[in-house]
């Protein structure tokens, strides 16, 4: 009753409102609150759910439940239309897993979510309700468009109850992994599972279906009931161990799909040997279909010529089938709407055959780890416009870098902004041309034979971020022109043995960005002020077998966020100086094979350290919890192992590893060892 004196009011307050164009603040605000019977539903939900961050900090009682966070109503009626409580991405926390664990809510969904009978759009995604069920009363949120449940780490059977959601347009019930539960081979196993899908016959409305990892290993109506949604656009099935082997309905064609999803389908559990079924015969009869995913599907069965019949299709992905075709099939060159194409991973030989110029919408092309060989055709530099990002690592090209890059040069080379090489049995000298690629991101040379110095023109491409040339046979030192790579953010030249000379100050004057260093087994020199503040901020760094000695390089100490440090081998001849241990938290330390000396009192927070193979002195320092492995061999470290091995004989240690051979130590190995 209180509900409905609510509803009127507000109503007829609003009407007035909008011919006026006032709408609804200032003075308004006593009559704008939500439906009594419906705030309290919400206070009873969140009652229940374990919300460990406060994300719902703004419902309190007595307050307007619909300006509470993740709660939308409806402007006239004042009913909740949308309840949107969608966690964060891991992503968002570098590496906080606390945090990130703590920003998801879990516990129990309250069924007095039922009292909210005009909602809409129902989003709980990205949370942990810890393998829970998905509730069954969820089937009588009658007017529900939208539910989103996907990674919520719900467990269990899908409930039949979501069949009477009739109005449903959008369905995501994207699955997890079970944590810590192995099936009979030990392999993970799907958190939800469905029987069958009957059930979902009844949602004629469904637009847009994702049930990707979830295990429909025993549904063997899939096919026909989900060819059968007159509406369906969007279907999303990958890594459900799909069963091909379905009686077919008598004519496959989901009138009106146009992404279809089926990756990972024969791959995962189930059978334990390859399946060699090849793609099902009824997918050349998908004339609507835009987008095509067949990754990890099929493997090792020929390539499947029907796909040629799909004339709308923009993006095709067939990656990871290692198909038992020899070549890449001319039909696919036809394909010129084609603007995504991944054939990745499919023992694909031969050459490219000049047709691929045909492909002139592409704007991703994707052929690394096949075995393809020879020559790029001339002409894609010239006729392959869009072209964004290409993937050619992991092939047998056999080619000179210089004739790879004559062949992309052109409209090509003013647009790429990904190109990727790595361990493509190419060779000779990068020369300036790759100046003219100034629209790249991301370049990718590593495990080649590519010789000669790095060129000056690298320091014109502004854009990018990540510059990968490790393992190559380059010599003499960086260009300076480094300095001006302003966004770079991971640079690697490691194994570059062939690598000699100085590496100033200028290399990093506008390496603001840079977070990764990796540039170990490389033989340069680091020549620095010893109050140089670098303008950038590492967190992993690799200079093993550079000449940094003697002092230890001060500039470390700026530092903060440094994980992962590699000095071995650089020629230091210093003790460590105090404020070391103090500043990082290491995952991984290595200052072996240099003539440091010193005594050290504590080794700290970190997991791997190899300190051999130096001069150090004095007890075996104390170690933290933490450490997993460590090498204090071949150092001058004296005085009594017990004391050493029995310090906390309460504390959990997590030491694998211990080498402490060649130093002057004394005494027993004793017991609590
Ligand atoms: C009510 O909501 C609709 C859709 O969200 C919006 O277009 C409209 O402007 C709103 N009206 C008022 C009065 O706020
Ligand atoms: C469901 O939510 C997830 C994020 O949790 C999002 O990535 C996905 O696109 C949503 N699904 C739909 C169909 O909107
Ligand atoms: C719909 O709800 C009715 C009554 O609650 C129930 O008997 C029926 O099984 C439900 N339908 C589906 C498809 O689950
Ligand atoms: C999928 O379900 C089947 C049948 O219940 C079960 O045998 C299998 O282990 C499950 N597989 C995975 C990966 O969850
Ligand atoms: C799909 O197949 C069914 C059954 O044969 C048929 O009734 C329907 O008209 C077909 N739809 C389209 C768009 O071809
Ligand atoms: C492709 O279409 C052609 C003509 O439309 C047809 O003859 C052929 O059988 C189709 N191929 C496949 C594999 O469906
Ligand atoms: C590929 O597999 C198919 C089906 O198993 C077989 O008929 C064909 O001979 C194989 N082709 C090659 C090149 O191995
Ligand atoms: C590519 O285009 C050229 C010129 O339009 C045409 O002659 C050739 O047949 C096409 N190649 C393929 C494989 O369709
Ligand atoms: C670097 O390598 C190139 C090509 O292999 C060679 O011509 C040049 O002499 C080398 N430079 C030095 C300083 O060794
Ligand atoms: C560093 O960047 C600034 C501003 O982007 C620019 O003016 C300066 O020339 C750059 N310095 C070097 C060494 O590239
Ligand atoms: C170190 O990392 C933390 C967390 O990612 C970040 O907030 C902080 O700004 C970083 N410090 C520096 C100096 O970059
Ligand atoms: C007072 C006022 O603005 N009244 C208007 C309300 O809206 C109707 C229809 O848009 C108009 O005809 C009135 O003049």
Avoid at 54 to 70: E, F, I, T, V, Y
Avoid at 440 to 458: H, K, Q
Avoid at 575 to 583: A, G, L, N, R, Y
Wanted: proline share 4%.
């Amino acid at each position: 009753m209180a509900s409905s004196v609510v509803y009127f009011g507000f109503y007829f307050f609003l009407v007035l409102c909008i011919n006026n164009s006032c709408f609804c603040s200032g003075s308004s605000k006593s009559q704008m609150s939500c439906i009594e019977s419906e705030r309290e539903a919400l206070l009873k939900f969140k009652q229940d759910l374990r919300d460990p961050s406060s994300r719902l900090g703004s419902w309190a009682d007595g307050s307007d439940c619909c300006k509470w966070s993740g709660i939308i109503c409806d402007n006239v009626t004042g009913h909740v239309h949308k309840l949107l409580l969608r966690g964060p991405s891991h992503f968002d926390f570098d590496g906080n897993y606390d945090a990130y664990e703590r920003a998801l809510l879990g516990g129990k969904v309250s069924p007095s979510l039922v009292e909210l009978k005009h909602l809409r759009r129902l989003d709980l995604s990205s949370n942990d309700f810890g393998a829970t069920p998905i509730p069954e009363f969820f089937g009588s949120l009658s007017s529900l468009r939208y539910l989103n449940l996907s990674h919520a780490q719900f467990g269990g059977v899908i409930p039949h109850q979501l069949g009477n959601l009739t109005h449903l347009r959008v369905l995501d019930l994207h699955g997890d992994w079970r944590d810590e539960t192995y099936g009979r081979f030990g392999e993970y196993q799907l958190a939800i599972y469905a029987k069958n899908l009957r059930w979902l016959s009844h949602l004629s409305s469904l637009q847009f279906l994702v049930m990707s990892y979830v295990n429909l290993s025993r549904a063997s109506d899939w096919l026909e009931v989900t060819n059968s949604l007159p509406s369906l656009t969007v279907l999303h099935l990958s890594s459900c161990l799909l069963n091909f082997n379905v009686p077919l309905p008598y004519h496959v064609n989901f009138s009106s799909l146009a992404v279809l999803d089926l990756s990972f389908n024969y791959f995962y559990g189930g059978s334990r040997s390859p399946s060699r079924q090849g793609i099902p015969e009824w997918i050349p009869n998908l004339r609507s279909l835009a987008s095509l995913d067949l990754s990890n599907a099929a493997y090792g069965s020929p390539i499947p010529e029907g796909i040629q019949n799909l004339t709308s299709l923009v993006h095709l992905d067939l990656s990871y089938n290692n198909f038992n075709t020899s070549s890449i099939p001319s039909w696919l060159y036809k394909m010129s709407h084609l603007n995504f194409l991944n054939l990745g991973y499919n023992n694909l030989g031969g050459t490219i055959s000049s047709h691929i110029t045909n492909l002139t919408s592409i704007s991703m092309l994707d052929l690394s780890n096949n075995d393809l060989e020879g020559k790029l055709p001339t002409s894609m530099g010239t006729r392959l416009c869009n072209l964004k990002e290409i993937h050619l690592s992991g092939n047998k090209w056999n080619q000179l870098i210089s004739q790879m890059l004559d062949s992309l040069s052109g409209c090509v080379s003013s647009n790429l902004e990904v190109l990727s090489i790595l361990h493509g049995q190419i060779y000779g000298q990068l020369t300036n041309q790759i100046g003219q690629f100034k629209t790249l991101t991301r370049l990718v040379l590593s495990e080649n034979m590519i010789s000669g110095p790095i060129p000056v023109s690298l320091g014109n491409l502004l854009s990018l971020r990540y510059l990968s040339l490790g393992f190559n046979h380059f010599n003499e030192t960086l260009p300076e022109s480094f300095g001006q790579l302003a966004k770079l953010e991971c640079l690697d030249i490691y194994g570059n043995e062939y690598m000699e000379g100085v590496v100033s100050e200028a290399h990093f004057a506008n390496s603001t960005r840079l977070r990764e260093l990796e540039a170990g087994r490389t033989p340069l020199t680091l020549d620095v002020r010893p109050s140089w503040l670098p303008p950038f901020q590492l967190v992993s760094l690799y200079m093993d077998s550079w000449h940094l000695g003697p002092s230890f390089p001060l500039w470390l100490r700026s530092q903060e966020n440094l994980s992962v440090l590699m000095l071995s081998n650089t020629s230091l001849e210093d003790v460590i100086p105090s404020w070391f241990w103090d500043s990082f938290v290491f995952s991984y330390l290595d200052l072996s094979h240099n003539q440091m000396n010193g005594r050290i009192k504590k080794l700290s927070g970190d997991s791997v350290i190899d300190l051999s193979h130096n001069r150090f002195e004095g007890p075996l320092p104390s170690i933290s919890s933490n450490v997993a492995r460590l090498d204090l061999s071949n150092n001058m470290f004296s005085g009594s192992v017990s004391q050493f091995l029995c310090n906390r004989p309460s504390e959990q240690m997590n030491l694998d590893t211990l080498d402490l051979q060649n130093n002057q130590l004394s005494g027993a190995i004793s017991n609590c060892w």
